[in-house]
């Protein structure tokens, strides 16, 4: 009685609140990969799959797009905050042929038997854990051979002999395959539909939303996974080979914002400073978007040209406690484009006015040494 009931509030919760819904809430962007996955994984919950098979993903795009993240929000869903529910295993680990031994086991009779395997001991935890295999081009052949008998007869036999079955598992594969190649074709189509915009003079903001043709896969993507992984019973085990896009403008504006709020609420509650911004810091920030190494480039940006002076100024008492920041750009007189623009931090004062960031602490250090120099004149 109580697990139909249960069932029944999981089945509701559901049609309320789908994972597509879920999923869209903490990954900016990569609208199609999360669809993907969504009904994936929802065909598998209503009961409309192969049970004698695990699911299977492959995840490709460039770094620091959101591959990996996808994945623990896929297993946070599933899982319910279960932390044995979450597997990752880095394939650059696993580059040597004697490294299957790391992942299922040593045999009998060698060093370490007793220990188990990497993989093998937390699927024995939790057989219906979501297993993440980072870079999975970087693991040996041998490595894969495993995999291949995982996904699809859902089983693996540890270096002890004994079988452990997670058919109900999801194995999530990550690559950097074939990146070059997507990102370079998915800023084409950008281009080109802005161009058409531009020649049909349409007004407003240009939708840079676009769709990888299933040409595009079989005839320049299929031939690079089937080059590198050999096999076509690997790929054939695959359920959805999902594709991660580089970040579009208002994507790349998203992702400014939360860098800062994150910033900014760090500010607060370690140091009681308040933070803004104007909506052209954003612009300038998100102008550091570099294609190859995704949402991390943006996080370097504003490290290097925001954090780096709030240490600064923190180090030498120009900023304190309860004092309230405001960003903005300053640019070259001349308007050259040579010329990057400069982020500025501005004192705030309770009125609402900028104060130069360095006129108070100086005067309060000049009063103090000209203080003592007095002193130890009258003494002497």
Sequence with gaps: MYMKEKERREIEERRHYPLDTRLKENIVGQEEAILTVAATIRRRENGWYDEEHPLVFLFLGSSGVGKTELAKQVARYLQKGNKKGFIRLDMSEYQEKHEVAKMIGAPPGYTGHDEGGQLTKKLKECPNAVVLFDEVDKAHPDILTVMLQLFDEGRLTDGQGKTIVCKDAIFVMTSNLASEEIANHVLELRREAKLAAEQRQEGGEVSEKVTISRKFKERVVQPILKAHFGRDEFLGRI????????????????????????????ALNRHDIHMSWDKEVLDVLADGYNIHYGVRSIKHEVERRIVNQLAAEHEQELISSGCTLHLTVSRPKDNSEEVAPTIKLQHITEAGHE??????????????????????????
């Design 239 to 266: 359920n959805e080979i999902v594709y991660f896009l580089p970040f579009s403008q208002p994507e790349l504006l998203s992702l400014v914002k939360k860098e800062l709020d994150f910033l900014s609420e760090m």
């Design 355 to 380: 104060i130069a960031p360095n006129t108070g602490a100086n005067e309060n250090k000049f009063f103090s040494l000209a203080t003592k120099f007095f002193s130890l004149v009258t003494k002497s």
